[in-house]
C-alpha cells in the first residue's frame, strides 16, 4: 500500500513528466505528418532517376499504356464502306489530284509520298483509279445490268451479275475516297498477276507505315465480301494500318 501511496511533490513530478511526454509526442506527429510526403516524393525522384539512367530498369506500366496509340474509330479515316454499311446518296468529299487519280485531299499527302517512297527505290507504281462519285457509280452499275442483260440474264440474275463486277453504288470504298487501286508501269490489269510485281511486294511491306492496308487480303473474303485484290489499298492512317497488318486483321474485323 504504502509504495502506491503518492506525495504530493511526487505527484506534481508526474503531472510534469505527462505534460512533457504529450509535448514530445505532438512535436513527432507534427514532424512525421510534415516530412513523411517529402521523403515519399524524394524516394519517388529518386526511383525515376534511377530508372532514366538504368537502362536494365523497365518502363513504368503508366507511361508504357500511355505511349499507345489511341485511335477514334468514329473517325472520318475509319468508316467502313461496304455492301452492309453503304454511304448516303448525298455522301460528298473534299479530293485533291495524285497523279492522274482524286483522293480524300486530307490523305492525298500520304498517297503521294508512298508512291513516291515506292518509286525512289527503283520501282514503276502509280495509281490507276481513285476517288469515284456515286452519280459515276451509279452510271457505271446501270451500265453493267444492261450488258447483262444484253447478254440473255433476266433483270434479278443480271442484278447480281451486275453486282459482282461493279458494286452498287454507295457500297465502294472508291466513293469515300480513300481507296486507291495500285499499278505499275507494266501491270495495270488490276487482277491478281498484281501481286507478283515488284511494286506489289513493297507495298505488303511498306504500305503500313504509310496509313495504308491491303483492304482485301487472301483468306478473307469470306468476312469482306470481297475477293482476294491485291491492287485495291485503302487509307486508315499510320496506328490503325500497322495494328491491322501486325494482328492480320481485315477493317472489318478491327472494326467489329
Ligand atoms: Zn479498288
Request: net charge positive.
Amino acid at each position: 500500500m504504502y509504495r502506491y501511496a503518492p506525495t504530493p511533490h511526487k505527484g506534481r513530478r508526474e503531472a510534469v513528466f505527462l505534460i512533457s511526454v504529450a509535448v514530445l509526442c505532438a512535436a513527432a506527429l507534427c514532424t512525421w505528418g510534415i516530412t513523411h510526403p517529402r521523403l515519399q516524393a524524394a524516394s519517388s525522384s529518386v526511383s525515376a532517376a534511377a530508372a532514366a539512367v538504368s537502362p536494365v530498369s523497365p518502363a513504368p506500366v503508366s507511361s508504357a499504356a500511355s505511349s499507345a496509340p489511341t485511335v477514334d474509330r468514329q473517325s472520318w479515316q475509319l468508316r467502313l464502306v461496304n455492301a452492309s454499311h453503304p454511304l448516303p446518296a448525298n455522301f460528298s468529299v473534299k479530293t485533291s489530284a495524285v497523279g492522274n487519280v482524286r483522293f480524300d485531299a486530307r490523305a492525298s499527302g500520304a498517297l503521294q509520298k508512298m508512291i513516291s517512297a515506292c518509286n525512289t527505290e527503283g520501282n514503276h507504281l502509280m495509281a490507276c483509279s481513285g476517288w469515284r462519285s456515286i452519280s459515276l457509280q451509279t452510271t457505271l452499275y446501270h451500265d453493267e445490268i444492261r450488258s447483262k442483260q444484253s447478254n440473255g440474264l433476266q433483270s434479278g440474275a443480271a442484278v447480281a451479275a451486275a453486282a459482282a463486277v461493279v458494286a452498287p453504288p454507295g457500297t465502294s470504298e472508291h466513293n469515300l475516297g480513300l481507296a486507291v487501286d495500285l499499278g505499275s508501269i507494266s501491270n495495270q490489269l488490276l487482277d491478281e498477276t498484281f501481286a507478283g510485281t515488284p511494286e506489289s511486294r513493297w507495298l505488303v511491306k511498306n504500305a503500313a507505315s504509310y496509313g495504308f492496308i491491303l483492304r482485301y487480303p487472301k483468306g478473307k473474303e469470306q468476312i469482306t465480301g470481297i475477293i482476294f485484290e491485291p491492287w485495291h489499298y485503302r487509307y486508315v492512317g499510320v496506328p490503325t494500318a500497322e495494328e491491322i497488318q501486325r494482328k492480320n486483321l481485315c477493317l472489318e474485323e478491327y472494326l467489329a
